[in-house]
């Protein structure tokens, strides 16, 4: 079963949630603040961290920052009392890959994860790599080049450019890339949307104005055509 680190400084959380995934047979590890969990992320073999963003020494975010930025792919979930827009949007933004706000359920929780290692086991049974007109996506290393220079994504800009891989030719709405891309219960705007398209066909597109991969459909969303 899936390894599972638990990063949370309240014990009386920490020890309901360790209870509750070893109920449902995941091998638990707990660390009490964020300097901790990010060493036991850099170090250990997890398949999912549950990571709160209340933290002493190192804030969930930070920490979420970081290791992205050391290129550890671990999955991980948010755990927190925040609820605003903009909370939920520089999480994803860091790289995490769902967002649970505090107080959740038991089974809303057991969902998520199951959803997010679904996504993970799938996305590794996808093929590495994948090269359109002048671009390789390297989807193990989580990298993009363009002409042979690397193109700077965020970790969101990546799940959005596999989203539309996978669903090559394929017209999506902006619901369906908001499910697809940042998950069912992220509520964000349509503007949040078109922007991230936007950033891919500025980074991507040799001429961002005339989209030749990232096609605009009017009235119904986009297809992508590389």
Known sequence: MARVLVVEDEP????????????????????GDGAAGLERARTGAFDLILLDIML?????????????????RTPIILLTARGQEI?????????????????????????????????????????????????????????????????????????LLRTFIENRGRVLSIDDLLARAWGTEVFLTDRVIYTHVNNLRGKIEGDPSRPKFFVSVRGLGYRFDG
Do not use: N
């Not at 309901?16 to 707990?30: F, I, N, P, S």
């Not at 090269?131 to 965020?154: H, I, M, P, S, Y």
């Open 56 to 72: 002493p020494r190192k804030d969930g975010f930070t920490v979420c920052r970081e290791l992205r930025g050391g290129a550890v």
């Open 87 to 159: 909370d939920k949007v520089l999480g994803l933004e860091l790289g995490a890959d769902d967002y649970v706000t505090k107080p959740f359920s038991s089974r809303e929780l057991q969902a998520r994860i199951k959803a997010v290692l679904r996504r993970t086991s799938e996305a590794a049974a996808s093929p590495s790599i994948y090269e359109f007109g002048e671009v390789v996506v390297d989807f193990g290393r989580c990298e993009v080049t363009r002409q042979g220079e690397k193109v700077d994504l965020t970790a969101q800009e990546f799940r």
């Open 12 to 31: 009386t959380i920490a020890a309901a949630l360790q209870d509750d995934l070893e109920m449902e047979g995941y091998t638990v590890e707990v660390a």
